[in-house]
């Protein structure tokens, strides 16, 4: 069932939507505090070594798993393996309704945040009469359900969605933020003021730390903005994937 086409090592067409899958993959950064108070001895020089082995392990996987599938279909591999398999393979057919059972039972679990998440930004959808409380919290759920299936039929690749939400909310959450409150974080405080010797305390500090401090600000809001122009840039073209398939998909007159 090996694939046609090349071997093609480098695709620049398709730099930037992997860029966005790459973000979506290691978006393991809100799992960080939940993993830290599970340790044994939580301590700052054991949570590096746990994620640099986390983050070894992971990128041993994927590149294992995605250079096996690419070269047994080569540039005929779809944005879901998957699919690259007939459907009279009992094997994947029962992958298939695996990964169909998972996402169904996980859908909930990830409905009951966006919900809450919604009713963050909307206040007033929580202030109704009590006797409400029941519609609209079925009327809300219904609407999320809706639009959440109508994403589902309307895009035609998953790997569009992945590589959508790693170029924008996975670059926000897991980067672009972390990084913005570390530079505020070391930006220095402002002393008080205090009677006799104690008055001039920020003065105490060296030349060398001060410059230190704005080296590494300099550095951080650098990285920042690449950070934040591979995020657009992953957009752009995953926008233009999207373009090419609905272009592709549409029947010829």
């Avoid at 998440?117 to 909307?122: D, I, K, Q």
């Avoid at 206040?123 to 009327?139: G, K, Q, Y």
């Avoid at 300099?218 to 957009?235: F, Q, T």
């Amino acid at each position: 069932q090996g694939g046609g086409g090349g071997l093609a090592w480098v695709k620049w067409g398709d730099t930037w939507r992997s860029a966005g899958l790459i973000f979506f993959a290691y978006s393991c950064h809100v799992n960080l505090l939940s993993i830290y108070s599970s340790l044994y001895y939580p301590l700052a020089t054991r949570m590096k070594k746990v994620t640099f082995r986390s983050v070894v392990l992971l990128g041993c996987i994927y590149a294992s798993v995605g250079t096996s599938g690419y070269t047994l279909f080569r540039q005929e591999t779809a944005g879901n393996i998957l699919e690259n398999f007939p459907p009279s393979d009992k094997l994947m057919t029962i992958c298939k309704t695996c990964i169909a059972i998972s996402l169904t039972a996980n859908l909930p679990l990830y409905l009951h945040p966006a919900r809450e998440s919604l009713y963050a930004l909307f206040p007033w959808l929580t202030r109704v009469p009590s006797s409400l409380e029941l519609l609209t919290h079925i009327v809300v759920t219904c609407c999320l359900m809706t639009l959440v299936l109508w994403l589902a039929v309307s895009i035609p690749e998953v790997s569009v969605v992945f590589s959508f939400l790693g170029a924008t909310c996975c670059v926000i959450m897991s980067y672009v933020f972390p990084i913005a409150l570390y530079v505020h974080l070391l930006s220095p405080s402002v002393p008080s003021q205090q009677d006799g010797e104690n008055k001039t305390t920020g003065d105490k500090l060296k030349m060398s730390t001060l410059t230190r401090i704005k080296a590494t600000k300099a550095a951080l809001i650098l990285l920042l903005c690449l950070v934040i122009g591979v995020g657009v840039m992953s957009v752009v073209g995953t926008a233009e994937t999207l373009m090419k398939i609905k272009k592709a998909s549409r029947p010829r007159v």
